[in-house]
């Protein structure tokens, strides 16, 4: 009865790697590293079949889920779960506050947490949103083009 448990539990979490992996656009995600491209490359080909891309997924899931059970009983309790997802969160709380905090002081305050959409090219979030919603580009949203971006942003 446990070795299937365990398979169930492995494969779920290797079904939750695939989509983080495969929406992973930054070395950096939310699970951590994203593998390298050689690292994936088991036969050194120069491209990724999708078995090593699944290979790779079910490699990390099972190191991160050997990780989670700290006591090594081979399943995962719901004091290792909460641990684990306790880390994760500080982790994400830990790059917000890096990314806003931008006169170091280890705190946002109103002002950074406003400036949080700044974009490259100087443009805020706001901004790119409306100049994407404004189709025909007059600098005014119709009810048209209201109704349009509320039908796009449901279906996300």
Same mark, same amino acid.
Request: proline content about 3%; glycine content about 12%; aromatic content about 4%.
């Given at each position: ?90 982790? !994400?709380?830990? #790059? *917000?506050?890096? +990314?806003? &905090?931008? %006169? $170091? @002081? /280890? =705190? ?16 805020? !979030?706001?901004? #790119? *949103?409306?100049? +994407?919603? &404004?189709? %025909? $580009? @007059? /600098? =005014? ?16």
């Amino acid at each position: 009865m446990k070795t299937p448990m365990k398979l169930l539990t492995l494969s779920v979490l290797a079904g939750a790697s695939l989509a983080t992996f495969t929406l992973q656009a930054a070395a950096e995600g939310p699970r951590g590293e994203r593998p390298a491209f050689e690292t994936l490359d088991a036969d050194g080909n120069g491209a990724l079949t999708q078995a090593e891309v699944q290979q790779g997924i079910e490699a990390q899931a099972a190191i991160r889920f050997a990780a989670a059970d700290t006591d090594g009983d081979g399943t995962l309790s719901r004091t290792e779960l909460l641990a684990q997802g306790e880390a994760r969160r500080e982790g !994400r709380l830990d #790059r *917000m506050i890096a +990314r806003l &905090d931008t %006169d $170091g @002081d /280890g =705190a946002i305050s109103p002002a950074e947490l406003a400036n949080r959409g700044q974009g490259r090219n100087g443009k805020d !979030r706001m901004g #790119r *949103m409306f100049e +994407r919603a &404004d189709a %025909d $580009g @007059d /600098g =005014a949203l119709s009810a048209q083009e209201w109704d349009d971006v509320r039908f796009r942003r449901g279906r996300r």
